[in-house]
């Protein structure tokens, strides 16, 4: 197992190395002039020119990449060419209203995904394995910004049911994380469906069943257990998608996350917002897939075996 995830981890490095690379190469290929933009629409020539020497936009790219590796190392992400803030600070301070949304987002569609994974699966092929597929497939082909809108709209606006927008309390959080739940739920519905439908046909299950274990033990122990492999590689990415930020969501209710962040720092071609967004979500899904694997160990020793 030490090896294993020591493995995982050289490999992790590799990828975050590749990622500074390419998030680097890709930031200096956007024709946009760092130096302009900090320097303002209304600044001379001379200006420019000096504020781009002293950045060092005029080395080659190897030094330049060089001290950007160095800087990171040390923790520093830049520094926002628009509001002079610190690149990690800023991400650092939004982080939080995206986790309080992820994590709710995950409860919510896992709530909702794991008893109809559940039943479709038990009573394959009827009526209720049949309207789940097809409100699973609508729910998916749902555009998100659209559905936050329009729930925004009658829970929020009309109905008053949650706040419209923005982040105070707890309850700000509640109507984006239902809205995430309801597009992703009918997904996971069917993958815990077609994992536990494998399950269901392994021989452990049929020498359960002839012991006479009950049937609710049968589905959530011994089944479910075991059909949560697949789904928990797939959740350990969503989850990493989700904590480096959900554009549409947060900024259709106005959330001060990482997506918002991200959003503004494009619009403004902040190069170095950019660039430590995206390094910093990369981070988080490394990191996510780390765990994940630690979680199959506990979830399936044979995992640990082979």
Request: glycine share 8%; hydrophobic share 50%; proline share 4%.
């Given at each position: 197992?030490?090896?294993?995830?020591?493995?995982?981890?050289?490999?992790?490095?590799?990828?975050?190395?590749?990622?500074?690379?390419?998030?680097?190469?890709?930031?200096?290929?956007?024709?946009?002039?760092?130096?302009?933009?900090?320097?303002?629409?209304?600044?001379?020539?001379?200006?420019?020119?000096?504020?781009?020497?002293?950045?060092?936009?005029?080395?080659?790219?190897?030094?330049?990449?060089?001290?950007?590796?160095?800087?990171?190392?040390?923790?520093?992400?830049?520094?926002?060419?628009v509001t002079s803030e610190a690149v990690l600070d800023a991400i650092l301070q939004r982080f939080p209203t995206t986790a309080a949304l992820a994590l709710t987002a995950i409860f919510f569609w896992m709530l909702i995904s794991l008893p109809l994974g559940i039943l479709t699966a038990k009573y394959r092929g009827q009526w209720i394995d049949r309207t789940v597929l097809v409100v699973g497939m609508i729910a998916i082909s749902l555009p998100v910004f659209w559905l936050a809108r329009m729930l925004q709209y009658e829970l929020a606006y009309r109905s008053g049911f949650f706040p419209v927008a923005g982040f105070i309390s707890w309850k700000h959080i509640l109507l984006p994380a239902l809205t995430l739940a309801l597009v992703t739920s009918g997904y996971y519905a069917r993958l815990i469906h077609a994992s536990m439908v494998e399950a269901l046909g392994h021989d452990y299950i049929r020498v359960a069943r002839a012991k006479g274990v009950a049937e609710i033990v049968v589905l959530c122990k011994h089944a479910l257990r075991n059909a949560m492999i697949p789904v928990i590689t797939v959740l350990g990415m969503d989850v990493a998608a989700l904590l480096g930020g959900v554009v549409f969501t947060e900024n259709v209710f106005a959330l001060p996350g990482i997506g918002t962040l991200a959003l503004q720092a494009v619009f403004n071609l902040d190069v170095p917002m950019i660039m430590g967004v995206v390094l910093f979500s990369a981070t988080l899904v490394v990191f996510v897939n780390l765990l994940v694997d630690f979680l199959y160990h506990w979830i399936d020793p044979r995992v640990q075996a082979e």
């Open positions: 197992m030490l090896s294993r995830m020591a493995s995982r981890v050289i490999w992790a490095v590799v990828i975050l190395w590749g990622t500074s690379v390419v998030t680097f190469l890709i930031a200096h290929a956007v024709p946009a002039d760092p130096a302009r933009v900090y320097a303002g629409a209304n600044a001379d020539a001379e200006t420019v020119a000096r504020i781009r020497q002293e950045m060092g936009l005029e080395d080659p790219l190897v030094q330049q990449y060089g001290r950007f590796v160095l800087d990171l190392i040390q923790g520093d992400l830049g520094t926002s060419l």
